[in-house]
């Protein structure tokens, strides 16, 4: 796991450089928090779904990478980060973060 110390930033990094046509997901507890859908739309916290109040001006998206970056945490972001990468042309992948607030 990834361990944060409470207030602190954490970068969850997708480790792919984004070409046009990808698109990025990332999930927690099953709830969409921030996607790119290819060049265009990018959505991040409560954009993307209301039940996301709790990340509310919290995220930040890098579209290079897609990596993601959670700002001022607490123990209410403790959990499982899905990021979910489709590629045109190469399978789906899948990596789970998760993260602990300490």
């Known amino acids: 796991g990834v361990f944060v110390m409470e207030e602190?930033?954490?970068t969850l990094n997708?480790?792919?450089?984004m070409n046009q046509e990808?698109?990025?997901?990332?999930?927690?507890?099953?709830?969409?928090i921030a996607q790119i859908n290819g060049k265009?739309?990018?959505?991040?916290?409560?954009q993307c779904d209301k039940s996301n109040e709790r990340f509310r001006?919290?995220?930040k998206l890098d579209n290079q990478t897609g990596s993601l970056t959670i700002m001022n945490?607490?123990?209410?972001?403790?959990?499982?980060?899905?990021?979910?990468?489709?590629?045109?042309?190469?399978?789906?992948?899948?990596?789970?973060f998760s993260v602990i607030v300490i």
Do not use: M
Not at 40 to 46: A, F, G, K, Q
Not at 75 to 92: F, M, P, Q, R, V
């Open 8 to 10: 602190d930033s954490v």
């Open 57 to 59: 001006g919290r995220l």
């Open 40 to 46: 265009s739309e990018t959505c991040t916290d409560v």
């Open 73 to 96: 945490i607490t123990n209410a972001h403790t959990g499982d980060y899905d990021l979910k990468i489709i590629s045109s042309g190469i399978s789906d992948s899948e990596k789970i």
């Open 22 to 32: 990808d698109r990025i997901r990332w999930y927690f507890n099953d709830t969409l």
């Open 14 to 17: 997708t480790d792919v450089e």
